[in-house]
């Protein structure tokens, strides 16, 4: 069976994170803030000094960030939340994986766009979603009520600073409407960005205690009534760029005084027989960085009280 093929999987199929750092980043949701990051260890969350949100953290630099995270503020509490800020812009690069590229002109109208990509020096780079559009772990994900087929894109995130260096990692959804995608890439913003289209999270792994991308292993599988449905996997090392070369293209004549967070691209897509239904679970387990899950919710044509 190749590795992204649809087979039925008996059982549970337990997906193990053997790197488990001690430290991590996680943002709370508290009586005084949206967004307050805080360094999480051993369960606890510590507030760190001078800082409230990521927004303040990608103003300094690595060194800056490094020494920070030495220290300790006080115990806070409050509810778990996408590691993201609402200044903060999520964006997407795409087609960086062999697979994507192949899974791509399988499924569009427009094969030629994907190898093109694929091939080309610039690669594609997409506004995907902000704070208030952002889900987190044990939060839904959405398919849309108007795309017969989406599927999940588990990707690794990246935290960049506003001096460009790649501070964090996290485990991003790029939930996608395959058909809408499929029937014209132009659709691009409708399959990519509604309400639901993206997890992210649970938390961030400093730069500096993830595994190299080769041993940065993403796993992904959808469970359905308890069984797995679909399972695959990669590596970060796989990435057919640079993440150096995708943040210098993202940056080029542009403008992020907030910094960013770039979801790298996805390399496990599911084959065209299998498509996301409700109340699936998916889960992705990226080695190093953490295990997102999220269940599937059908968005309506008007999704209000889906935004928190
Ligand atoms: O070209 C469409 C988007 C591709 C994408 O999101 C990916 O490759 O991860
Ligand atoms: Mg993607």
Redesign the pocket.
Known sequence: MNQNGGMLFPKFFTLTDEYTPTMKLAALKTSKHSHQLSILEAGIHYAIPGITSLTDLHQLTLVEIQKLLKERGEIITGMPVAPISPEIELW??????LR?RDA?KEESGVPDV?QKVYEADRP?L?YKSNAIRTNTSNQPIGIRFDCPASVP?P?VAIYVNKYQEVIGYSICN?V?ARTI?GEN?LY?SQA?IYVGSTALGPDITPSWLVPPAAEMKIEAKIIRAGEVVWQAQTSLGALNRTLADLVSYLFRCQYFPYGAILST??GIVPPMDVALQANDTVEIVVAGVGTLRNTVAIIPESPKGYLS
């Open positions: 997407g690069a795409g087609v960086t994986y994507s791509r994907y594609e997409f894109e990707e790029d996608t995608e890439p691009l990519k691209g996805t």
